[in-house]
């Protein structure tokens, strides 16, 4: 049996890890890929999507490589959901959580020294050409939004021009980032949770 490929990076993490299946089988993940459960694949919260990581099992010392298409997970103490699949082929599915470590194998164009533990995320309330446009609604998000105080325009060069994106606040979990993105839409905002 050959040899798992090595780290490209040296960046690791330990931890536990979980296995996703059957209900989100057909479903679009964070990367917009259909969820195949019986594809090696895996949900982590920072790793960037199109990651290829090897995971072993630290009781048993099986491993497996998979690719990081999702965000998750979101329970308290686990840093990576496997796919049925992969999970299967780690012998897990019966114990439903296995402590693991995850080496960085392959991430495209990101230069990867350390695996971020949690991600940070921002709303997006709109992203405009023209940055009077942006100005403007970042203005009448301070005065409807009492707590709209941290209301910013981030400038993103695409390819032929800059878009102005109105961005708000910084949240630590998910769930706090969908509760004021609850409380937004409710005032006619559309908004869009974005990873920091």
Known sequence: MPAPPSAESGASQTGIASWYGPGFHGRPTASGVIYNQNELTAAHQTLPLGTRVMVTDLDNGRSTEVTINDRGPFAKGRILDLSYGA?????MIGPGTIPVRIEVIDSGPYKIHTIRQSLDYTLQAGSFIDLDNAQRL????LK???QASEVSIVPVHGKDTIYYRVQLGTFSNRRDAEGHAQQLARKGFPIIIMEK
């Open 138 to 141: 970042k203005e009448h998000l």
């Open 144 to 146: 409807v939004y009492s």
């Open 87 to 91: 999970a299967r082929t780690l012998g």
